[in-house]
């Protein structure tokens, strides 16, 4: 028969092997909280990574459609005669003469008289850029 103490002794092991069992569960827990925890660094990490990429490329979009968006405004302020090269047989360097006059008295600056007279040449003119005839008629005009 059992005595009181063996009883008592009893108690205490099982208490003892749950405490065990439960320590081994704890760190068991925390082993799991850890890979967790570098889970949700790894994944925080990338999608930080991948919005900066998403911002800088849309800046990048951004800055595009502004450019864009002023060179339609220069566009959008002249006349339809400017982008047809003259039939007539006027010299090319007088139809250049012309369009950066008109662009002077409407108020254009050096800069977008030059944009705007090199996208009349390499786009409608027919002609390849000359950048010292250019650079002559800008400055005869503007200077």
Known sequence: METRL???????????ETMSAYCDQMRLDAKNARIQ????VGF???????ASDLQNHDAGLTSRIRALGKKAELRAGLDTWFWRPETNGMEFR??????AAYLKASGYSID????????????????????????????????
Request: glycine share 4%; charged share 35%.
């Open 6 to 16: 063996d009883q008592i002794l009893d108690r205490m092991e099982n208490r003892v």
């Open 37 to 40: 925890h570098k889970l949700t």
């Open 44 to 50: 925080i990490l990338s999608a930080l990574e991948v």
């Open 94 to 99: 007088n139809m250049l003469r012309k369009r």
């Open 112 to 143: 977008q008289a030059w944009d705007l007279l090199v996208e009349f040449i390499s786009g409608w003119s027919g002609q390849d850029l000359d950048e010292e005839l250019l650079k002559e008629v800008v400055a005869e005009k503007y200077v």
